[in-house]
DNA sequence: TTGATATATTCCTGTATAGGAATATTATGT
DNA sequence: ACATAATATTCCTATACAGGAATATATCAA
């Protein structure tokens, strides 16, 4: 049972650059697929592809318009990876306890030379 | 040149499900390898090879303590990610725009019955 | 040294892709 | 119906890698 990973998940599908460049380049407009590989410089079969496995993962939308597909980034998806992300905020700066704890470590080990003894 | 990705990237590491469980569980203490695996139920080869993974990310660090390494989160590692979601934080609730855009699509395409034609 | 405990690594296999090339599909205009 | 423009899909290949099993390495204790 190997690989439990698949583009479907937000996760996945954001884990992937040329997907965020997309998405980048998509964020608050809408762009036919000749309009992003024409600002993107790839190739359209690359551009179709990448949109469809952001499709599946519900980030953008598409939408016909005549014989173009116009697409569009659906942010509030990636809501939920910023919450995820958001539950580790507060241990953002908690390097310095580590520190805090290094140093506690460092003195507890060493012989103690002076420093103010007032036990 | 196929396939870009690489668990390397902080991206592709919390991409895995079960990476990001093992974060949940190590965030804000420090746990062996074997107590990560009596919380996970976990082999003990898979704990370690994830802990690999998210070391070589950056995401933990390691140390050792006696014949155990202790293992803690590097919560600063997810800035990034968070920051690069930041960005589209202000798109979060814009699908009444495009709704906008539906509706105004609709009326331009609509016979226009009644209404106020003040044309 | 021997044994035991803790952890990492190696080998194997199946699978999910990313990218490229070529082709298919769909919609439009005439 | 036909040509064309816009986009999607299919086929191919190389690769990354998750999970399992077995094994290696390291560290301590006696």
Redesign the pocket.
Known sequence: ????????DTF?AI?????RELIETLIGREL????V?EITQ????????????LKQAGLVS?R????????TVNADKLKPIQLWIAQFEKHWNTQFDQLDHYLTDLQNSRPKTEAKNDD
């Open positions: 049972m190997p690989r439990a990973l698949n583009t479907h996945t884990a992937e650059p040329k997907r036919s697929v000749n309009q590989v790839w190739r359209q079969p690359m551009v179709s592809k990448h949109l469809s496995v598409e016909k318009e005549g014989r173009q597909r116009v697409y």
